[in-house]
């Protein structure tokens, strides 16, 4: 069964409001949990990795302020993109820090 | 730059036949691969993965290989299915480092 699961699984949003992603470990206290962008026939791309109880880690390139990072437990981080613009419809995917096991990933379409 | 690259983006294969999946790299610090298959709007599942020390690893039909010195993997699906038709993804990281991921590449297995 699932180790890491996602909510929600699909979005649709306006631009300029803001979206929450959370992101659950299932069977594991995870103390580091990473989050991953996915476009169209792209690679996917490390965004930041979260830290159970203190600042999430940012990748080059990645905005800290749009992309608020949220890990207030050992089994859940959340990601929240700010005040989205079409640009930010991707497929974010997250895992947990045995970096085996992904979640199902969230859709998120700006319009 | 793009340090793990899989440069077809897509396969076709005949059922029953072998699938040979390909995966170069460019960081010889690197020293722990995987690969990944993804179905659209999911999540990657992990299917197998070798460690720089070796070079081979068989789990059922699937097979990875790796050439240190050629910086080169390769995933064999013998035989190959219509159900292992997805996304292959390719992904190596050194130790306590991030992974990154290959591009991807689209397998069909016609049957």
């Known amino acids: 069964g699932a180790v890491v699961s996602q909510h929600p699984s699909w979005v649709i949003c306006k631009s300029g409001t803001s979206v929450k992603i959370e992101c659950r470990s299932l069977?594991?206290?995870?103390?580091?949990m990473f989050w991953y962008r996915q476009f169209p026939k792209q690679s996917l791309m490390l965004m930041a990795t979260?830290?159970?109880?203190?600042?999430?880690?940012?990748e080059q390139g990645v905005e800290k302020d749009k992309f608020l990072i949220n890990h207030a437990s050992l089994t859940l981080s959340t990601l929240t993109v700010t005040s989205a613009h079409p640009e930010d419809s991707s497929f974010y995917i997250c895992?947990?820090?045995?970096?085996?096991?992904f979640g199902p990933g969230t859709r998120l379409t700006v319009l | 730059d793009q340090q793990v690259k899989q440069n077809s983006p897509s396969l076709s294969v005949q059922e029953g036949r072998i699938s040979i999946l390909n995966c170069d790299y460019t960081?010889?610090?690197?020293?722990?691969f995987l690969w990944y298959k993804k179905y659209p709007a999911e999540g990657p599942t992990f299917l197998i993965s070798i460690s720089s020390i070796k070079d081979k690893n068989e789990d059922g039909r699937f097979t990875v290989f790796l050439n240190k010195s050629a910086k080169h993997l390769s995933l064999h699906i013998v035989p190959s299915q219509p159900g292992d038709s997805a996304v292959y993804f390719c992904a190596a990281r050194f130790t306590g480092n991030q992974f990154y991921f290959g591009t991807g590449t689209s397998l069909t297995v016609i049957p």
């Open positions: 979260s830290n159970e109880g203190s600042k999430a880690t940012y």
């Open positions: 069977d594991f206290q995870a103390t580091t």
């Open positions: 960081n010889s610090m690197f020293d722990y």
């Open positions: 895992s947990d820090e045995r970096d085996l096991y």
